[in-house]
């Protein structure tokens, strides 16, 4: 993909925020810290894009990314933090799911989890919701330079176990620092682009 424009359009807290549909989405979901603004940095090669945290605590919004006015990438809220309030979890899974239900633009939501840890709980929830609403259920391994090349098989069994992934091969081992398989992600998103 050759990245011409790529810009953050809003953060959006509430629908009426979302930019107008038009443009077909791809939204990205995790727990916080998993690796989501790095991916999307990596992917549009922008270090500065999407905000890189390395500590949880980020305003729960979806960020809206422009790629070459033609499609764009979303950032959702990411979870999984022990601290927040029953309530703060309650507007996020809103939040979510006032997206996922309604945005005709959207046409998957790729979940990314950590090569190194079989998925939680909540990575589940979010799989199993991403699969009842229709989508794929592409999964993103990342931070794979973490461990050796001649464990990702081993890893990728376990998360596939845990989410109930149809193939493996719908789960992609990833790293933004060490750049592995960009191409792979990219060539991914181009499919369900249809470009
Ligand atoms: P987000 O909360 O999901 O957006 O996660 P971030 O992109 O902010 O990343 C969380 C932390 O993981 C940061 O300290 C990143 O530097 C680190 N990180 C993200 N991707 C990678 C990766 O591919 N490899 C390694 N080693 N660290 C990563």
New binding site residues.
Partial sequence: MKIKKAELIITAAFQSQYPPEGKLEIA?A?????????????LVNRNGL???????G?TQTLNFYNINDDFRLV?LP?YGYAKVSMKEREKWAKMIEVYLKNRKSLIEVIL?VDIRHEPGEHDKMMYEWIKSCGFNGIVIA?????ISRGNWAKHISVIQKKLGVEDKDFIIP?????K?NVDEVWDTIEQLLEI
């Fill in positions: 990205f995790g727990r916080s810290n998993v690796g989501k603004s790095s991916l999307i940095n990596r999407a905000r890189t945290s390395g500590q949880p980020k950032d990411g990314l990342t931070k794979a330079d973490k990833f790293s933004a620092s060490k592995f």
